[in-house]
């Protein structure tokens, strides 16, 4: 059974860099072409998509966020990662990271458990 | 930018036919799904490429997507099915939320 964990600091200050892994078990990250994802929810309100990762090499970003995302594959420790620059505290949110339910849709169907990062000084 | 259109809130009886719209231009042409969330829970893929259910999901849910609004049915809602729901349309490259819409079953 294919499981997700997402890692990284629940605090971040303004201004500075936001890093979270995403380690996959169960299966290899690099098997087949899925979609790895990151999305992530305010406290109280809805799903924001961020970011896709498709392992043949691609990302998409979500235009609103682009600028300051980053999404990058570690193979050899069956991971990804989301970086996101400069935060304000519109970021404070629980971060998820996803694996699509099939090779060719760009869904989620494998979550993690997802992680609450605050943005504050 | 691209919007999907949720109502914020649906009510029904159990037992009854549960519907929940997500509307976007021309969504149509785009393959949309649907997730449920639970309070404190990660949201579970129910619909996938318009019409699909994943291993597991139970018959009573079924989706379908033409013009401009995909819609998740629930027939014989029960008191589990209260949650959040959230459609999703994809193309080639950009992926897209709706607001979410609370279903409430009294």
């Known amino acids: 059974q294919l499981q997700l964990q997402e890692s990284g600091p629940g605090l971040v200050k303004p201004s500075e860099t936001l890093s979270l892994t995403c380690t996959v078990s169960?299966?290899?990250?690099?098997?087949?072409?899925?979609?790895w994802g990151w999305i992530r929810q305010p406290p109280g309100k809805g799903l924001e998509w961020i970011g896709s990762l498709y392992y043949s090499g691609s990302t998409y970003y979500n235009p609103s966020l682009k600028s300051r995302v980053t999404i990058s594959v570690d193979t050899p420790k069956n991971q990804f990662s989301l970086k996101v620059s400069s935060v304000t505290a519109a970021d404070t949110a629980v971060y998820y990271c996803?694996?699509?339910?099939?090779?060719?849709?760009?869904?989620?169907?494998?979550w993690g458990q997802g992680t609450l990062v605050t943005v504050s000084s | 930018s691209y919007e999907l259109t949720q109502p914020p809130s649906v009510s029904v009886s159990p037992g009854q036919t549960a519907s929940i719209t997500c509307s976007g231009d021309?969504?149509?042409?785009?393959?949309a799904c649907w997730y449920q969330q639970k309070p404190g829970q990660s949201p579970v893929l129910l619909i996938y490429?318009?019409?699909k259910r994943p291993s597991g999901i139970p018959g009573r849910f079924s989706g379908s997507n033409s013009e401009n609004t995909a819609t998740l049915t629930i027939s014989g809602t029960q008191a589990m099915d209260e949650a959040d729901y959230y459609c999703q349309g994809w193309d080639s490259s950009t992926v897209v939320f709706g607001g979410g819409t609370k279903l409430t079953v009294l």
């Open positions: 996803a694996r699509s339910m099939t090779t060719v849709t760009n869904d989620a169907e494998y």
């Open positions: 021309r969504l149509g042409h785009k393959y």
């Open positions: 169960g299966d290899s990250i690099s098997t087949y072409n899925y979609y």
């Open positions: 490429q318009d019409t």
